[in-house]
């Protein structure tokens, strides 16, 4: 048995059906940690501190410090869908784990791919060891995933949701630099990106908790329908946020993804919308260096929302939270052990950070 085998979260209380979602989330960090540290002391030395780092537990030289790894959303998915099942407290750690480490993994090489200089309030990884440092993190993490997901449940099924999941947003990735060199892109297209992106690893999230929970197939296919629909939820207000989100909330300077000049969501809508801000906004978006100057970024800000992008994403992410709830429906699982799901799934679709 391994060192990651060895742990034990069963030890863990899981909080009160009523709990609100934070508390959800804070009980998902404590049970996934252990895990993920134990599985992180098994890589090579240099990619344990590459890694480690990433996570917020360490500074660049191995000094320990407290800056975190995240919300814990997407393990949160996985251990509430195995516990909707009526899996006892702590069912779906390794796998918990392992969905974060895929998403962190994606996170490392995005940094790479954007330029982005900071990720959680800290430099990002790739600023502090460079690219060839930063790629074998994230490729080390991909690997640790996927010998994570075996621990739990099932092993094959488990492990063909994450490598299908992983194939996703690997694919919606691809689909998310050719739109930074295009200068038309449809809602559409930018949707179906997001739900390779996001929606894919938050459905597969909520596929693993339902095997290792014990889940018939129809179950299972609906949780992890009901984690895709939430994940384009997610990205909606993501993307709203990476225009509009406070910088002491988000870790990322404000306005960052417009400073990057990236088709998200509420731009795209805004360009489609044929207006007059839309043809100006347009034009921000082709000038360079337009987009460096604080002021112009604000300008392009106003012209977003007054374009309309703000508010249609705005329903967009509300019409795929029913969506996912649909889906939650449809297990016609007890409405008292969806609770916490149900709960979590609102606080994503409509948070303010």
Not at 13 to 39: F, N, Q, S, Y
Not at 208 to 213: C, D, E, I, P
Not at 299 to 310: D, P, Q, T
Request: glycine residues 10%; proline residues 4%.
């Amino acid at each position: 048995m391994n060192a990651a085998e060895a742990t034990d979260t069963s030890t863990q209380t899981a909080p009160a059906d009523d709990a609100g979602p934070e508390t959800w989330l804070h009980h998902a960090r404590k049970v996934t940690d252990p895990v993920l540290r134990e599985a992180v002391d098994c890589l090579h030395p240099q990619a344990r501190i590459v890694v480690g780092y990433h996570l917020g537990w360490w500074d660049a030289h191995g000094r320990p410090v407290t800056a975190g790894w995240g919300k814990a959303v997407r393990p949160a998915l996985v251990l509430l869908s195995a516990r909707a099942l009526g899996a006892r407290s702590g069912t779906g750690a390794h796998c918990a784990a392992a969905v974060q480490l895929a998403h962190d993994s994606s996170l490392l090489h995005d940094d790479i791919i954007d330029r982005d200089d900071t990720r959680r309030h800290r430099p990002a990884a790739w600023r502090v060891f460079g690219v060839a440092g930063a790629l074998l993190g994230g490729d080390a993490m991909l690997a640790l995933a996927v010998s994570l997901v075996q621990h739990d449940g099932p092993s094959r099924p488990a492990t063909a949701a994450l490598n299908e999941a992983v194939q996703e947003f690997i694919g919606g990735q691809f689909e998310d630099i050719d739109f930074e060199e295009r200068a038309e892109v449809s809602l559409a297209e930018c949707t179906t990106m997001a739900a390779r992106k996001t929606g894919a690893l938050m459905g597969a999230a909520c596929r693993l908790g339902a095997l290792t929970g014990g889940a018939d197939e129809v179950q299972a296919a609906e949780l992890g329908s009901f984690g895709r629909s939430l994940g384009l939820a997610f990205q909606h207000v993501d993307d709203l946020l990476g225009i509009w989100g406070d910088p002491g909330a988000t870790g990322k300077p404000a306005g960052a993804d417009l400073h990057a000049r990236k088709k998200s969501l509420p731009v795209v809508a805004a360009l489609g919308s044929d207006g007059r801000e839309a043809a100006e906004l347009a034009e921000l978006y082709a000038r360079d260096p337009a987009l460096d100057d604080a002021d112009i970024l604000r300008r392009a800000a106003s012209l977003v929302e007054r374009a309309g992008g703000r508010q249609r994403v705005g329903g967009l992410a509300r019409r795929h939270l029913t969506e996912a709830l649909d889906h939650l429906d449809a297990t016609r699982l007890p409405a008292s052990d969806t609770r916490p799901l149900r709960t979590l799934a609102a606080w994503l679709a409509l948070r303010d950070h």
